[in-house]
T-cell receptor, first 112, second 115 residues
Framework: NAGVTQTPKFQVLKTGQSMTLQCAQDMNHEYMSWYRQDPGMGLRLIHYSVGAGITDQGEVPNGYNVSRSTTEDFPLRLLSAAPSQTSVYFC???????????FGEGSRLTVL | AQSVAQPEDQVNVAEGNPLTVKCTYSVSGNPYLFWYVQYPNRGLQFLLKYITGDNLVKGSYGFEAEFNKSQTSFHLKKPSALVSDSALYFCAVRGPSGGSYIPTFGRGTSLIVHP
């Protein structure tokens, strides 16, 4: 049982480049979400989805785009990378009505 | 709006001593409360949760947490700390229904257990 899988684990981008962080879960969870973690800031919600075809913005959505075409996958797209997007990104999922989140191992992004 | 406060950025404790990591919350309705642990360069792992029932909740790795409704607190505790407990701990809260299905996380508390 793989749980939540994120790729890539590490990425270096130049300002203005675009990229996609991949997230896949094999637990048939309806709810999926993306967080960024920055020192002293805790976890901040970027986007979330309560099911295929349904997405919504979190606390810090600017500069990011998401889609949810299947239950399993929830990719996060950086449209034009900026140094302020240097961070560690976590994908998480859960069954819609139960409590705890299951997190991926993280993707560390550096934007030069 | 819901919120979580973890008033201590860092907690230091000697191995074998009891530890407490503090968390207070604000939410409309009955809270769903969670603790997660993050080891270096890893994702967050679920430790325990309170939804209803006994105010003392037991979780993984010997941790427990006490829900106190009057003080709106959910402090994480362990009777005897281990060096391997050193990690970053996050408290989270969400409300019972609707848009508040989305949890709000605290900023995290770094626990350092000294040998």
């Amino acid at each position: 049982n793989a749980g939540v899988t994120q790729t890539p684990k590490f990425q270096v981008l130049k300002t203005g480049q675009s990229m996609t962080l991949q997230c896949a879960q094999d637990m048939n969870h309806e709810y999926m979400s993306w967080y960024r973690q920055d020192p002293g800031m805790g976890l901040r919600l970027i986007h979330y989805s309560v099911g295929a075809g349904i997405t919504d913005q979190g606390e810090v959505p600017n500069g990011y785009n998401v889609s949810r075409s299947t239950t399993e996958d929830f990719p996060l797209r950086l449209l034009s990378a900026a140094p302020s997007q240097t961070s560690v990104y976590f994908c998480a999922s859960r069954h819609r009505f139960t409590g705890e989140l299951f997190f991926g191992e993280g993707s560390r992004l550096t934007v030069l | 709006a819901q919120s979580v406060a973890q008033p201590e950025d860092q907690v230091n404790v000697a191995e074998g001593n009891p530890l407490t990591v503090k968390c207070t919350y604000s939410v409309s309705g009955n809270p769903y409360l969670f603790w997660y642990v993050q080891y270096p360069n890893r994702g967050l792992q679920f430790l325990l949760k309170y939804i209803t029932g006994d105010n003392l909740v037991k979780g993984s790795y010997g941790f427990e947490a006490e829900f106190n409704k009057s003080q709106t607190s959910f402090h994480l505790k362990k009777p005897s700390a281990l060096v391997s407990d050193s990690a970053l701990y996050f408290c989270a809260v969400r409300g019972p229904s609707g848009g508040s299905y989305i949890p709000t996380f605290g900023r995290g508390t770094s626990l350092i257990v000294h040998p």
